[in-house]
């Protein structure tokens, strides 16, 4: 699909921010910096890109995700590095807060991704932190220079110490400031995007986003 700025993918209703993947009436031509292409799809997302950017701290999101029960969409709220002083993904780090794949229903899966010390070390995620996504619940991370913890309505699904692989020491590469997205797009492999069966238009809503230093 296509991120497009464009009031249908990306809205205000009822208080709630609404970003929205769905399919165009014709095909036409994407422009990305990774060369145009051409597609039917759309899809939208929010960032604090340029805007707001911080380092540690306390980031809350109260969101629902589509309500779709087979593969084919990916929702997350999830925090980015400002620059990647570290080098490309994963090496700048990512902290995903819940992402929702529509293959999976009654869960959203938490991930913090960087190069860790010891690569076997899972407490980087947790694939059994259930609840229903389509309903709205409180996703949470608390990011200091020793730990990331991200909860799901309070329940504690990932507490992570931090410990790069040489040549970095802790707290990096988690020492930079990083910002704030919120992004609904079409599913890869195992959850991909299927046009016969993936329900589009397909909504994720955002009732609020808090950070404290």
Request: net charge negative.
């Amino acid at each position: 699909e296509c991120q497009e700025d464009d009031p249908d993918n990306v809205w205000v209703r009822d208080g709630a921010l609404r970003v929205t993947a769905r399919r165009e009436g014709a095909p036409f031509t994407c422009a990305s910096p990774r060369g145009s292409y051409t597609t039917d799809y759309t899809s939208g997302g929010v960032t604090t890109y340029g805007k707001f950017s911080q380092a540690f701290g306390r980031f809350e999101f109260r969101a629902k995700f589509p309500a779709a029960t087979v593969a084919g969409l990916q929702s997350a709220p999830w925090l980015y590095p400002e620059q990647h002083a570290y080098g490309g993904w994963p090496a700048s780090g990512e902290i995903d807060v819940a992402e929702a794949y529509s293959l999976y229903p009654d869960r959203t899966i938490p991930v913090i991704h960087y190069n860790q010390a010891d690569p076997t070390d899972r407490s980087v995620t947790n694939w059994f932190c259930k609840l229903d996504p389509s309903e709205f619940h409180t996703y949470l991370v608390e990011w200091t220079a020793t730990t990331i913890r991200i909860t799901n309505d309070g329940v504690t699904c990932v507490e992570h110490v931090i410990a790069p692989a040489a040549p970095l020491v802790a707290p990096a590469p988690f020492d930079r400031p990083f910002n704030v997205l919120m992004t609904q797009v079409l599913g890869v492999n195992t959850n991909a995007f299927d046009p016969a069966t993936t329900p589009l238009p397909a909504t994720m809503e955002i009732d609020w986003v808090r950070v404290w230093a």
